[in-house]
């Protein structure tokens, strides 16, 4: 199975920036469809945005659409994920999550295998 190591994350004040990147490694990137959740304190795991084998297969979670894009590296078998416009909201620990499949997969977390172990998002007002 792939492993997955995320960073990226800060402190950023609300309306800033940030761009998060997940470096896989133990095996081929190839074939792998890839996808970032977020925990928020408190709050259960949930769904930011996918990216498919094939980067022209892309969605995002509503909270996030406009305002974040995901995008894949191959060469480097990385995938990142830039966040703008941030929210306080947004505070919470983000985290990496990777499965073996070409196919557009949902937005459960029980669909990925591979999981990185987060890194921490601080949207502050």
């Known amino acids: 199975q792939v492993q997955l190591v995320e960073s990226g994350g800060g402190l950023v004040q609300a309306g800033g920036s940030l761009k998060l990147s997940c470096a896989a490694s133990?095996?081929?990137?190839?074939?792998?469809?890839m996808a970032w959740f977020r925990q928020p304190p408190g709050k259960e795991r949930e769904f930011v945005a996918f990216?498919?084998?094939?980067?022209?297969?892309?969605y995002y979670s509503d909270s996030v659409k406009g305002r974040s894009t995901i995008s894949r590296d191959s060469a480097k078998n990385t995938v990142y994920l830039q966040m703008n416009i941030l929210k306080p909201a947004g505070t919470a620990v983000y985290y990496c999550?990777?499965?073996?499949?070409?196919?557009?997969?949902?937005?459960?977390?029980?669909?990925?295998?591979?999981w990185g172990r987060g890194t921490q998002v601080t949207v502050s007002s």
């Open positions: 990216i498919g084998w094939n980067p022209g297969s892309s």
């Open positions: 999550a990777a499965e073996r499949s070409t196919h557009t997969l949902g937005a459960g977390t029980g669909l990925y295998g591979a």
């Open positions: 133990g095996r081929a990137f190839t074939g792998y469809a």
